[in-house]
């Protein structure tokens, strides 16, 4: 148990399951550029028909869907509007300004989530030629640097009627859009019926190896194909990995109930063992703590490693525990064994 390491640096960490791999072996294949493959055809149809959309795409990775629907959906020198913390905007390597040459306007949102009168005020004004020209708003839910953190829906349909009013398109980075309707009433086909385009990822939660999946119109997703094409995303034999996407779409998202329920518990933990003084409300799978003024989270992390639990710095005093499928209840035991040790052993 000592030497067990207990890995919480991602919900994209895990392994597929004997099913999973079961199921990609199994998988019918063709080549996916000519759109001869079954199974990645089945995965876009089954994602599409779940959201009540015509069409979706299935991508190696949620950068690529994000990406994919910014460069569809704007022109150079167009604006979009997100949140100062959104991954399409610092986790994704510039590439909105690398793709679609785009302006971005940051708003300080609440854990990473925008309110209607936020992205109104943030409009510009289509006929002064000094601004760039609004056309863009990309809202994720749940949110990554927010913590997990999930959007009232009501606040949504608010952002979609400001968006509505003034000729804006809206887009969903829904990398952990699950998690969110896990914890909520809505369904897909909600989502689905607000905006322009979603972008879910089959690799955090739900367990994949490999694998996002865009969703919207057959217009915009034709586009999009194109687009993910000059990008070199055209891939053929792909229904091996969209296999595991359509098992985990059965199989999985039952189950993140269980990663929200072990995230609480994560929290008291560290809150009861460790030096973190605080933690974002805890509301799906993450978990950030904040710590000390006097406690880097790198010096935490480091000391974390030494009892084999790893963890991510996520900001000068901020750490982030994620938890996943490969993290189950014997695992959250000896979690709590290694932190009482860790705890008696704190020099800070
Ligand atoms: C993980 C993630 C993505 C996609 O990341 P990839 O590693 O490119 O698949 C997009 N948005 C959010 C919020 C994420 O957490």
Not at 109 to 116: F, I, P
Not at 288 to 299: K, R, S
Not at 305 to 312: H, V
């Amino acid at each position: 148990m000592e030497n067990e390491v207990i890995d919480l640096r991602s919900d994209t960490l895990t392994l597929p399951t004997p099913e999973m791999k079961h199921a990609m072996n199994n998988a019918v294949l063709g080549d996916d550029v000519y759109h001869e493959d079954p199974t990645v055809n089945q995965l876009e149809e089954k994602v599409a028909a779940m959201f009540g959309r015509e069409a979706a795409l299935f991508c190696p990775t949620g950068t690529m869907t994000n990406q994919l629907a910014i460069k569809v959906h704007t022109k150079p020198g167009d604006e979009v509007i997100c949140d100062q913390l959104s991954h399409v905007y610092l986790y994704e390597g510039g590439g909105i300004a690398m793709n679609a040459f785009s302006s971005v306007r940051t708003l300080a949102g609440d854990y990473g989530k925008l309110s209607a009168a936020m992205v109104r005020d943030a409009i510009n004004n289509p006929n002064d030629i000094h601004q760039p020209i609004t056309r863009l708003v990309v809202l994720e839910n749940t949110t990554n640097k927010g913590g997990g953190s999930i959007y009232n829906f009501d606040e949504i349909k608010r952002i979609k009627t400001i968006c509505k009013d003034h000729g804006l398109i809206l887009h969903l980075d829904g990398a952990r859009l699950f998690n969110a309707l896990t914890e909520t009433s809505e369904t897909p086909k909600d989502y689905g019926e607000v905006f322009d385009s979603i972008s879910i990822c089959l690799s955090k939660g739900l367990g994949c190896p490999v694998g996002s999946v865009l969703i919207g119109s057959s217009v915009f997703i034709k586009q999009a194909r194109r687009a993910r094409k000059a990008m070199g995303g055209g891939w053929r034999q792909a229904g091996g990995l969209a296999a595991a996407g359509i098992y985990a779409l059965d199989n999985h998202i039952s189950q993140l109930k269980n990663d929200h329920f072990r995230a609480k518990k994560v929290g008291e933990l560290l809150m009861t063992y460790t030096d973190i003084i605080s933690l974002y409300p805890v509301e799906t799978n993450i978990v950030i703590g904040v710590l000390p003024e006097n406690i880097e989270a790198v010096t935490f992390v480091a000391k974390m490693k030494e009892n084999n639990i790893l963890c991510s710095p996520f900001g000068k005093n901020l750490v982030r525990f994620v938890t996943h499928l490969d993290f189950t209840d014997s695992h959250l035991d000896v979690l709590e064994s290694k932190l009482k040790l860790y705890n008696t052993s704190r020099i800070l």
